[in-house]
């Protein structure tokens, strides 16, 4: 039954997601229960599945009794299972939050299974060409919900998203041809083994590999340049996708490079071909500016949530490219957290919107009255997204920082520092608006625009989400230290293969 636990976290969502899609001929009030049935089942199985790691080690399942190489194989790990139990138990929040806040179609949320299943297949997978094949479901799903918004912009930003998108897991695609025919296998394990010894770290063939994956995810994660698909998807989007896609999309991307990275070009392959370490650890740098510059500037609150996250990710990804274990766990923490984080955040501003109509940076001014609970968990989201002590967000900059200074990557660790910097210009003047500047938007509460159809702009529920997002920012913190255990115990094997 454990054994069999990696897959069944994959069929259980494709198969609850075509449960709303036939069930919507008929009706549409079946998508709702359904999908909230399905991930509480989901959520208990990657409970479980992590609580096995933690305490019996890594988990393998050789998809249809074939053995790797050769057969699909899903593995995890102590870093696998932490993001598929953040996936699951993310997915959960974020539906409560749609229960009221819609679109309550099934096909809906056929599609939003569908990408819980793909996000979890990409966590899972133990091949690179499995991975793509979770990339494309992930895509297509994600593109598919960003175009439920009812606005015409929605369906220009998913069309935006589609292409780019396309166009990186191409690359990715075309990397995983290069490392076929460089190795003759597609299984991270043994592609692990077979680069530095069959394939030399510096041909041709591998260096191109490389570039095209590593090219490919970063798309995908957004960072700069290639984020232009990210700010308009996530304020055209609906609320709950904005939360939703914000919180998991790029998440689960980043990991999916952090994979590539370790479990199959492998630290020595950074060390053997330094100026591939030294290029993503440059591109990370400059996404980290470039992505807090442009959220400075913006006016729209959500399209800054957008820039800061091509900033934050930028962290994540330095983290990982500098490849010890103290900089692997503070980028791992980095990344978990920001899931909670930014997916409050956006949580948050749906809130905001529908019950006062703000949407920018000018007209959030005084809201802090009006909104009093949205709005001081909006604030101590924003805090934790700085890195404020005690906040999850402090800890893993900490962790990234003191990464950095061991292998005296000054110029990383003064990219830190001013990045933070910058993360606090924008998110202080948000906060300081809120509570000490006179408002700029007089409509009464009751006036506010109801956007979903459905009789009340805001629901308990939806309330409920953004106050448990900000209290995990700050409970997080204490599940740190197991975290570390974890990954500590999983992350020898990776960075030493």
């Known amino acids: ?17 075509a449960i709303p899609l036939a069930a919507s001929l008929v009706s549409d009030r079946a998508g709702w229960p359904v999908a909230t049935v399905t991930l509480l089942g989901q959520a208990g199985l990657a409970g479980l599945l992590a609580w096995t790691v933690g305490t019996n080690g890594t988990v393998s399942y050789a998809v249809g009794g074939f053995a790797a190489p050769y057969g699909i194989e899903l593995v995890v790990d102590g870093l696998s299972g ?14 409560a939050y749609a ?14 299974l569908l990408l819980v299943a793909g996000l979890t297949g990409m966590t899972v997978t133990g091949d690179v060409f499995n991975l793509y094949v979770f990339l494309e479901i992930t895509g297509l799903a994600a593109y598919g919900l960003v175009a439920s918004g009812r606005d015409a912009s929605a369906a220009v930003a998913a069309l935006k998203y589609l292409i780019i998108g396309t166009i990186g897991a191409s690359l990715y695609l075309l990397g995983i041809g290069y490392l076929l025919a460089a190795t003759g296998t597609l299984n991270m394990a043994d592609l692990a083994t077979k680069l530095g010894e069959m394939a030399a770290y510096d041909s041709t063939l591998v ?16 960072l700069f340049p ?12 609906p609320d709950t996708v904005s939360a939703f896609i914000s919180a998991l999309v790029s998440t689960v991307s980043a990991y999916a490079l952090a994979r590539l990275l370790f479990s199959v070009f492998t ?65 791992t923490v980095h990344l978990l957290g920001h899931a909670v984080m930014k997916g409050g ?16 940076v000018s007209g959030y001014a005084g809201m802090g009255s009006r909104v009093p609970i949205s709005a001081f968990a909006f604030a101590v989201l924003s805090l934790a997204m700085v890195g404020v002590p005690p906040a999850v967000g402090f800890v893993g900059k900490w ?15 003064t990219v830190l520092l001013a990045s933070t910097l910058l993360t606090l210009a924008y998110f202080a003047r948000l906060v300081e608006r809120l509570y000490f500047a006179e408002a700029t938007i007089h409509s009464k509460p009751d006036e506010a625009p109801v956007t979903d159809g459905s009789g009340q702009a805001v629901s308990f529920g939806m309330i409920a989400v953004v106050v448990i997002a900000a209290a995990l920012a700050v409970a997080l913190t204490a599940a740190v230290p197991m975290l570390e255990q974890v990954l500590r115990e999983t992350l020898p094997p990776l960075l030493n293969q």
Request: proline share 4%; aromatic share 8%.
């Open 1 to 17: 039954m454990i054994e069999q636990l990696p897959v069944l976290l994959v069929v259980l969502p494709i198969v609850g997601g």
């Open 82 to 95: 932490a993001v598929a139990l953040l996936v699951a138990v993310v997915s959960l929040g974020v539906l």
């Open 99 to 112: 229960r009221q806040a819609g679109p309550h179609s099934g096909p809906f949320y056929g599609l939003y």
């Open 207 to 222: 260096l191109t590999a490389f570039g095209l994956m590593v090219g490919g995810l970063t798309v995908k994660v957004a």
């Open 226 to 237: 290639l984020h232009t698909w990210q700010p308009d998807a996530y304020a055209n989007a």
């Open 267 to 331: 630290v020595e392959f950074l060390t053997a071909v330094p100026i591939a370490r030294w290029a993503l650890v440059g591109l990370a740098c400059v996404s980290i500016i470039a992505g807090s510059a442009l959220a400075v500037s913006q006016d729209s609150v959500q399209r800054m949530l957008a820039y800061s996250s091509v900033s934050q990710f930028g962290l994540v990804v330095a983290g990982f490219a500098i490849a010890t274990p103290l900089a692997v766990v503070g980028a």
């Open 345 to 360: 955040l956006f949580a948050a501003t749906g809130v905001i919107e529908r019950k006062t109509g703000a949407t920018t």
């Open 399 to 413: 962790y990234i920082v003191l990464g950095a200074v061991n292998t005296e990557n000054w110029a990383v660790v």
